[in-house]
């Protein structure tokens, strides 16, 4: 069976990117002064892609990949109510890793991009349309924190 690369137009893509927007909007209204902006060309290509690239690549393709194999009993992957375990326990890591560089709700606010990436990972059998969400939910935090220093 040969699997199709997803579109733009894909719903679970699309929705991954218009959920985007509300928490943005939260964000913006709540957001902390301290927020850090990137600072420079090279800072802004770290957050859009780098970080993403890694991130994704890291989390969702090796420790993801590897999990789903592990968690799948009968060709079926288990599950917690609508999320693998595999999932839930690469969002655990990611809210960790965050828990180092960010204050703790900052860190804990990963948790549904994280549900949301590894979704559209299991869904589109791929690490690339998370890679990209990942980049613009980056670029929209950045622009956040540069908006909001600003207003």
């Known amino acids: 069976m040969r699997l199709q690369r997803p579109g733009w137009t ?4 699309l929705l991954a990117l218009l959920a985007a927007l509300p928490v943005w909007l ?3 209204v709540w957001a902390p002064p301290g927020m850090r902006v990137p600072q420079g060309v ?4 770290s957050l ?8 994704e ?10 999990a789903l194999r592990m968690t799948t009993w009968r060709g079926e992957p288990a599950r917690i109510g609508p999320i ?6 690469v969002t655990l890591a990611f809210v960790a890793l965050h828990l180092v560089a960010q204050p703790t709700a900052w860190a804990l606010a990963v948790a549904v991009p994280s549900l949301v990436l590894g979704h559209l990972r299991e869904q589109l059998h791929s690490v690339w349309p998370a890679v990209g969400v990942h980049a613009v939910y980056n ?4 622009l956040l924190a540069w908006a909001h220093r600003v207003a």
Do not use: I, K, S
Request: charged share 10%; proline share 5%; glycine share 10%.
């Open 42 to 45: 090279w800072a802004w290509c």
């Open 26 to 28: 939260v964000l913006f």
């Open 57 to 66: 690549w890291v989390f969702r393709g090796l420790l993801q990949g590897e």
């Open 48 to 55: 859009v892609l780098v970080q993403p690239c890694l991130e």
């Open 10 to 13: 894909d719903p679970h893509l």
């Open 84 to 89: 693998t375990w595999a999932n839930a326990l």
């Open 139 to 142: 670029a929209g935090f950045g």
